[in-house]
């Protein structure tokens, strides 16, 4: 079985920064791509940003420019720096990674969340 486990999040300030970090439990499969996804209250859960294992990113219009996300491959570690927080990111924040479990077969890995709260 494989765990995700997240660090990071907190309270802060409108304009403030965080650095949120996923670490994957050692394990015998490669490591596809990871990402960042973001559920508020009351609302669906939204991609933030994507990285895969070559370091080709993607992010959500809403975050481009001030959140950047990178990984060490090496630690099996996703992380997301995120700048210029509005009160509008405050959500949990969940990672997931997405594993190659046999030449033909991949599946999807969810963290538990990190809440984030960023106050007006």
């Known amino acids: 079985q494989v765990q995700l486990v997240e660090s990071g999040g907190g309270l802060v300030q409108a304009g403030g920064s965080l650095r949120l970090s996923c670490a994957a439990s050692?394990?015998?499969?490669?490591?596809?791509?990871m990402g960042w996804y973001r559920q508020a209250p009351g609302k669906q859960r939204e991609l933030v940003a994507t990285?895969?294992?070559?370091?080709?990113?993607n992010y959500a219009d809403s975050v481009k420019g001030r959140f950047t996300i990178n990984r060490d491959n090496a630690k099996n570690t996703v992380y997301l720096q995120m700048n210029s927080l509005k009160p509008e990111d405050t959500a949990v924040y969940y990672c997931?990674?997405?594993?190659?479990?046999?030449?033909?077969?991949?599946?999807?890995?969810w963290g538990q969340g990190t809440q984030v709260t960023v106050s007006s």
């Open positions: 990285i895969t294992s070559g370091g080709s990113t």
């Open positions: 050692r394990n015998r499969f490669s490591i596809n791509a």
């Open positions: 997931n990674a997405e594993l190659q479990i046999t030449t033909a077969y991949k599946n999807t890995y």
